[in-house]
C-alpha cells in the first residue's frame, strides 16, 4: 500500500507544480501583480505564492478562487464536466489510443521533482524515527570537514535546518530551497527500497503514463501486498 500512495504523490505534486506554473503565466500575461490578484481572490500573498509554486499546503478552495480571477474556471469544467466520461467510453474502444502524461525534463522539471519526492520522503520518515536526524548530521559533518568545497555554505546552512528541524526550508519550492536539495544529506537517511522506488516512478513520468492508467499502479500495488 505505501508504494500506491507513493506514486499518486509523486503524480500529484506533478501536476500541481504545472497548474502553479501556469496560474502564473497566465496572471503575467494578464499584467497582473500577485499583490493585485490575491486582494481580487481574497487571499494573502503567502498563500498566492504557494498556489503559483503549486504547493499542496493551499486548499482547494484558493486554487479555485486563483483561478476564477484568471478566467481558467472552464479547465475545472471539463474535470467536473462530462468530459471525462466521454474519455472513460471512448478508452473502452480498442480502436482509441489513450493519450499521454510525460514531463518534458529539457528544464530539469523532472530532476527538481525528483529530488523534492525524495525529501518530502526522507523528512516524513525522519519525524517518525528522529535517530534518522542524527544520522544525516553525521554524514553532514563528514562531509564538512572533509576540506574546502562550492557546497560549503549550503552545508552549513543544513546544519541549521538539521538542528532546528527546519523542515520547511529544506522543502520550499523556491530557487534557494532547489539549491540546498542538490548539497544535501537527507537522501542518504532512505532505505534503498524506498529511494529506487521514486527514481522508478519519476522514470515512468519522463517515459509517458497512459492517462487511463494512472490509477492501475494502485491497484497492481494492493494485490502484492
Given at each position: 500500500?505505501?508504494?500506491?500512495?507513493?506514486?499518486?504523490?509523486?503524480?500529484?505534486?506533478?501536476?500541481?507544480?504545472?497548474?502553479?506554473?501556469?496560474?502564473?503565466?497566465?496572471?503575467?500575461?494578464?499584467?497582473?501583480?500577485?499583490?493585485?490578484?490575491?486582494?481580487?481572490?481574497?487571499?494573502?500573498?503567502?498563500?498566492?505564492?504557494?498556489?503559483?509554486?503549486?504547493?499542496?499546503?493551499?486548499?482547494?478552495?484558493?486554487?479555485?478562487?486563483?483561478?476564477?480571477?484568471?478566467?481558467?474556471?472552464?479547465?475545472?469544467?471539463?474535470?467536473?464536466?462530462?468530459?471525462?466520461?466521454?474519455?472513460?467510453?471512448?478508452?473502452?474502444?480498442?480502436?482509441?489510443?489513450?493519450?499521454?502524461?510525460?514531463?518534458?525534463?529539457?528544464?530539469?522539471?523532472?530532476?527538481?521533482?525528483?529530488?523534492?519526492?525524495?525529501?518530502?520522503?526522507?523528512?516524513?520518515?525522519?519525524?517518525?524515527?528522529?535517530?534518522?536526524?542524527?544520522?544525516?548530521?553525521?554524514?553532514?559533518?563528514?562531509?564538512?570537514?572533509?576540506?574546502?568545497?562550492?557546497?560549503?555554505?549550503?552545508?552549513?546552512?543544513?546544519?541549521?535546518?538539521?538542528?532546528?528541524?527546519?523542515?520547511?526550508?529544506?522543502?520550499?519550492?523556491?530557487?534557494?530551497g532547489k539549491e540546498l536539495r542538490?548539497?544535501?544529506?537527507?537522501?542518504?537517511?532512505?532505505?534503498?527500497?524506498?529511494?529506487?522506488?521514486?527514481?522508478?516512478?519519476?522514470?515512468?513520468?519522463?517515459?509517458?503514463?497512459?492517462?487511463?492508467?494512472?490509477?492501475?499502479?494502485?491497484?497492481?500495488?494492493?494485490?502484492?501486498?
Amino acid at each position: 500500500m505505501p508504494a500506491a500512495s507513493l506514486l499518486t504523490s509523486v503524480l500529484d505534486q506533478q501536476l500541481l507544480l504545472q497548474l502553479g506554473g501556469r496560474l502564473k503565466r497566465a496572471r503575467l500575461e494578464q499584467g497582473l501583480t500577485a499583490t493585485h490578484l490575491a486582494q481580487q481572490a481574497g487571499i494573502s500573498r503567502m498563500t498566492l505564492a504557494a498556489i503559483e509554486a503549486g504547493e499542496p499546503s493551499a486548499t482547494m478552495g484558493s486554487y479555485l478562487r486563483v483561478m476564477s480571477v484568471l478566467g481558467v474556471s472552464k479547465d475545472l469544467a471539463l474535470l467536473a464536466g462530462n468530459v471525462l466520461e466521454t474519455f472513460a467510453q471512448a478508452k473502452a474502444s480498442p480502436i482509441t489510443s489513450q493519450p499521454v502524461f510525460a514531463v518534458n525534463d529539457a528544464g530539469h522539471e523532472l530532476q527538481d521533482l525528483q529530488s523534492l519526492m525524495l525529501h518530502q520522503e526522507a523528512v516524513r520518515l525522519m519525524r517518525k524515527q528522529p535517530e534518522l536526524i542524527s544520522q544525516a548530521v553525521e554524514t553532514l559533518e563528514r562531509w564538512r570537514s572533509g576540506g574546502k568545497s562550492n557546497s560549503q555554505f549550503l552545508w552549513d546552512e543544513w546544519s541549521v535546518i538539521l538542528h532546528r528541524r527546519a523542515w520547511r526550508r529544506a522543502l520550499s519550492h523556491t530557487r534557494r530551497g532547489k539549491e540546498l536539495r542538490q548539497a544535501s544529506p537527507l537522501a542518504t537517511v532512505l532505505p534503498r527500497e524506498v529511494r529506487q522506488r521514486i527514481l522508478d516512478q519519476v522514470s515512468a513520468l519522463k517515459i509517458g503514463i497512459p492517462i487511463g492508467s494512472l490509477s492501475a499502479p494502485a491497484k497492481s500495488a494492493q494485490t502484492k501486498n
